[in-house]
């Protein structure tokens, strides 16, 4: 029963192997190559340089993937800036891209012109941005206002407490007609405007349709 019991203790005191060998297999945390690694940090590459062996095994081109990762790692954890968000938690600021990266698609066609497109270029209309052209400054309020619509540039002087009279144009509203104030003489020049614009927008839609009736 002794030398049962004694060889229980000499077992229990001795490591375990599985264990002792993990460690001793574990690779180092540095890596050093003849040929230095090279590295592009802005799209996480690590290029290695160094010649793998005439038909290496499965082995050695799993060493080697695993020596390039721990490289890289080192050299981002060494070069690139960490910070620390209490709601984004701990982030690392990448440099930018050195290596151009090939597409995955081809690079798209040009669209034909459209018909609107093709009539602009011969005539030399250009596109205007969306918005561009609608506000005008305003020097008395330091701002920029648009030309038209709710408090429109085109409706200045339809508020104003006192209004100029212009004789000649008072005497011919006198015998035009009774009730027609000074006040709203903007006012009717311009509703008068968007009346002959519609005029005119109709005559040449006519004479659209008989230029080309089958359309």
């Not at 695993?66 to 209490?86: E, G, K, V, W």
């Not at 648009?146 to 000649?168: A, F, I, R, T």
């Not at 009730?179 to 968007?194: F, L, M, Q, W």
Request: aromatic fraction near 4%; glycine fraction near 6%.
């Amino acid at each position: 029963m002794s030398t049962s019991s004694e060889t229980e203790k000499l077992e229990d005191a001795s490591p375990p192997p599985i264990a002792e060998a993990a460690k001793q297999e574990r690779p180092p945390v540095t890596v050093t190559k003849p040929i230095p690694y090279t590295f592009d940090l802005g799209n996480l590459l690590c290029n290695d340089a160094n010649p793998l062996p005439h038909a290496p095994s499965a082995a050695h081109i799993s060493s080697a993937a695993r020596d390039c990762a721990q490289a890289l790692i080192n050299q981002l954890l060494t070069t690139c800036p960490i910070t620390s968000h209490p709601s984004d938690g701990v982030l690392m600021t990448l440099p930018p891209p050195t290596f151009p990266l090939p597409r995955e698609k081809p690079l798209p066609q040009a669209k034909p012109p459209t018909k609107w497109e093709q009539f602009a270029k011969k005539k030399g209309i250009k596109d205007k941005k969306r918005g561009e052209g609608k506000t005008v400054y305003d020097e008395a309020s330091g701002e920029w206002v648009p030309k038209w619509g709710y408090k429109g540039k085109n409706k200045d002087g339809e508020g104003d407490w006192l209004v100029e009279v212009d004789e000649k144009k008072e005497a011919e509203r006198e015998k035009e007609a009774k009730g027609k104030t000074v006040r709203g003489e903007a006012r009717r020049d311009r509703v008068e405007k968007v009346k002959r614009n519609e005029r005119k927008q109709r005559a040449n839609e006519r004479k659209a349709r008989k230029s080309n009736p089958a359309g």
